[in-house]
């Protein structure tokens, strides 16, 4: 039987002693099979690591844009539209890498992100246009809109500081949206950071859905990872329940949201850039204060979405989204609130 990274399986996370960071993590687990032999392998199809000038007979890459855990987003030119005198033939080409595509399923992976993330239409999740299947190389790739701006990551390398309330509350808004939106028609996330979000030139856009679910119930036939051969998740952003196994949620997504609101309004990670089961064991959360730059009437809410324990983090995107719109109190409302 071929080696698989589909099915149903609920996560089962390694440890992992390597130093939180600001990357995907990603292991095969030990008990894992391994892919279908190359040498036989060879005989089918191209060898992997050649990747064709130009993918479907129509996109000619052009240049790397960026190299994740998983896969690689390459600058595109959409050689039908160039045909019909379009001026801004690019499109942005997901692929891939070739560790994931040597296995058999791995554009049953990619498929699953197009069809979640396709099924979301709003001006703040990055949009895409297709899945397609290279078929003399077999590789399968999604095409999605090329994106232009700084990501949040880079943001915070420029601002170490933190951002102003009058800059920060135009972000989260946005961001909160986009992913309240995605809960709302039951798409979850997986993996929120800094370097997945982007101030593009018409507005933030929320990307990479690679490592996203479906709610239970919801697409039953989509397929999943297989979270017992393969773990992933972003160390300093992941909720403590999936480092120790439970499933991905909305209340996961919100763990890792919080951490980039608060970093986006202090200029530092709330637990030292440190996984959730570090912090806890260090008590980190005890120590958490309200950002500088974040109006007192948010931090409250903010501050139970950095909750460790999954019970205690009773606040979903939606109404963080509330309050991060609702304007400061005044001095007249602070001063009944505090009186009533």
């Known amino acids: 039987m071929s080696a698989s990274l589909l099915d149903e399986a609920p996560l089962a996370s390694n440890e992992t002693s390597n130093e939180a960071s600001d990357l995907t993590y990603f292991a095969l687990a030990a008990t894992a099979a391994k892919p279908a032999d190359k040498a036989a392998d060879k005989t089918q199809r191209p060898a992997l690591s050649e990747l064709p000038d130009v993918l479907g007979g129509r996109y000619k890459i052009e240049r790397l844009l960026g190299v994740g855990g998983m896969g690689a987003v390459y600058r595109a030119r959409d050689l039908l539209r160039e045909q019909f005198g379009d001026p801004e033939p690019y499109v942005a080409l997901k692929t891939l890498s070739d560790d994931f595509a040597e296995y058999p399923d791995a554009n049953s992976l990619l498929y699953s992100e197009f069809a979640l993330t396709a099924r979301l239409n709003h001006p703040h999740v990055v949009r895409l246009f297709g899945f397609e299947v290279d078929l003399p190389s077999q590789r399968a790739f999604l095409t999605l809109e090329l994106l232009k701006g700084l990501t949040l990551d880079q943001l915070l390398g420029e601002r170490p500081e933190g951002l102003p309330w009058s800059e920060l509350q135009g972000i989260a808004i946005a961001l909160l949206d986009a992913l309240s939106y995605s809960h709302s028609l039951g798409v979850l996330h997986g993996d929120l950071k800094p370097s997945n979000v982007m101030l593009a030139a018409d507005g933030l856009r929320l990307f990479d859905y690679g490592l996203g679910q479906p709610v239970e119930g919801l697409l039953p036939g989509l397929p999943r990872l297989c979270r017992n051969r393969f773990t992933a998740w972003t160390p300093r952003y992941a909720a403590l329940e999936l480092l120790d196994g439970a499933p991905l949620s909305a209340a996961a997504d919100v763990y890792a949201l919080a951490c980039v609101l608060y970093e986006l309004a202090g200029g530092r990670h709330p637990f030292r850039r440190l996984s959730a089961k570090q912090a806890k064991a260090m008590q980190l959360d005890q120590q958490l204060q309200r950002p500088e730059h974040l109006p007192s009437h948010c931090w409250p809410a903010l501050r139970t979405a950095l909750a460790f ?31 009533s």
Request: charged residues 25%; glycine residues 4%.
């Open 309 to 339: 324990d999954e019970a205690q983090r009773s606040i979903s995107s939606a109404q963080l989204l509330e309050l991060f719109r609702a304007p400061p109190p005044t001095r007249w409302q602070h001063w009944l609130g505090r009186s």
